[in-house]
């Protein structure tokens, strides 16, 4: 499997499916009433980080990034996923 093919499955399979469940409980709480700023600015920071990987998504696609870029980018994802700020299966 070639690197960008690893980054694209890895965003894809992970990232954007991890995101989007902590997105979906962020709204969870804002529903019940439960929320405050603090909560309402992580669910910012995470739609924002959404993006941002599907900015990735379509650079992949298009072929912008090189093999370099893609193992600092693995690398990265990797070590958030060390430090619980995406959570794993």
């Known amino acids: 499997m070639s690197i960008q093919k690893e980054l694209e499955t890895l965003i894809k399979d992970d990232v954007?499916?991890?995101i989007e469940d902590y997105i979906d409980d962020?709204?969870?709480?804002?529903?019940?009433?439960?929320?405050?700023?603090e909560i309402k600015a992580e669910l910012l920071d995470m739609q924002e980080m959404k993006k941002e990987f599907e900015s990735l998504l379509v650079e992949l696609?298009?072929?912008?990034?090189?093999?370099?870029?893609?193992?600092e980018l693995i690398e990265e994802i990797n070590t958030m996923k060390e430090d619980n700020l995406i959570e794993e299966d």
Do not use: T, Y
């Open 16 to 18: 954007l499916v991890e």
């Open 61 to 71: 696609e298009n072929g912008e990034l090189s093999d370099e870029e893609c193992e």
């Open 26 to 37: 962020l709204f969870e709480i804002i529903a019940s009433k439960k929320d405050d700023d």
